[in-house]
């Protein structure tokens, strides 16, 4: 098993930045990509960025230029930098895990809230 906890999240103007963290232990050896989806009120849960042991990266269009995800593999831990949030931003962000970029997660943490007002 993998465990992530998130950090970070919260309350935020529109045009603001935000700096989300996870942490993963347990069987990380097990898990080569991390990343982050989001789930807005009434919409499905999305890919919004990923990024694997050897630094590459994926991004939503919508997020493009705006975030950015990292990674520290020393600490386990991962980052996505929002900048220029846009209300629209506003969701639900979970962190994930799987065995490679673009793979379906098959771990998740328990989500942190960005609230992006306007």
């Known amino acids: 098993q993998v465990q992530l906890v998130e950090s970070g999240g919260g309350l935020v103007q529109a045009g603001g930045s935000l700096r989300l963290s996870c942490a993963a232990s347990?069987?990380?050896?097990?898990?080569?990509?991390m990343g982050w989806y989001r789930q807005a009120p009434g919409k499905d849960r999305e890919l919004v960025a990923c990024?694997?042991?050897?630094?590459?990266?994926k991004y939503a269009d919508s997020v493009k230029g705006r975030f950015t995800i990292s990674r520290d593999n020393a600490k386990n831990t991962v980052y996505l930098q929002m900048n220029s949030l846009k209300p629209e931003d506003t969701a639900v962000y979970y962190c994930?895990?799987?065995?490679?970029?673009?793979?379906?997660?098959?771990?998740w943490g328990q989500g942190t809230q960005v609230t992006v007002s306007s």
């Open positions: 994930t895990a799987s065995s490679g970029l673009g793979r379906k997660p098959a771990y």
């Open positions: 990024i694997n042991s050897g630094s590459s990266t």
């Open positions: 347990g069987m990380i050896f097990s898990i080569n990509a």
